[in-house]
């Protein structure tokens, strides 16, 4: 599998940003996706997850509210909608998937299998 993020960018706080994940070489149709990102300096952490049947979506706190995350099967492509952005969310994201079972799995990034390069998403003050 391989994936590959995009749609980041460089916007003002209270925009939003559409991020892509799209997948080749196998359906990901049954495998949890996951987003994650990495500030400078800071180490990678988990925003949002979505399981293999679309059931169950998980979100790290700070993106409640504001941060959902879809995936469009037809497409092979998995989706983070990124509303009310703020200079926080600055960060690389990554997309990932995986074959995964539990929550603890689905936030932390060793449960996953393939990563896509990342997409910066910059935001302004």
């Known amino acids: 599998v391989q994936l590959q993020a995009s749609g980041g960018g460089l916007v003002q706080t209270g925009s939003s940003l559409r991020l892509s994940c799209a997948a080749s070489g196998r359906t990901v149709s049954n495998y949890a996706m996951g987003w994650f990102r990495q500030a400078p300096g800071k180490e990678r952490e988990f925003v949002a997850a979505?399981?293999?049947?679309?059931?169950?979506?998980y979100y790290t706190d700070s993106v409640k509210g504001r941060f959902t995350i879809s995936r469009d099967s037809a497409k092979n492509t998995v989706y983070l909608q990124m509303n009310r952005l703020k200079p926080e969310d600055t960060a690389v994201y990554y997309c990932?998937?995986?074959?995964?079972?539990?929550?603890?799995?689905?936030?932390?990034?060793?449960?996953?299998?393939?990563w896509g390069r990342g997409t910066q998403v910059t935001v302004s003050s």
């Open positions: 990932a998937a995986g074959l995964l079972a539990h929550y603890s799995d689905y936030v932390s990034d060793r449960g996953y299998d393939y």
């Open positions: 979505l399981s293999w049947n679309g059931d169950s979506t």
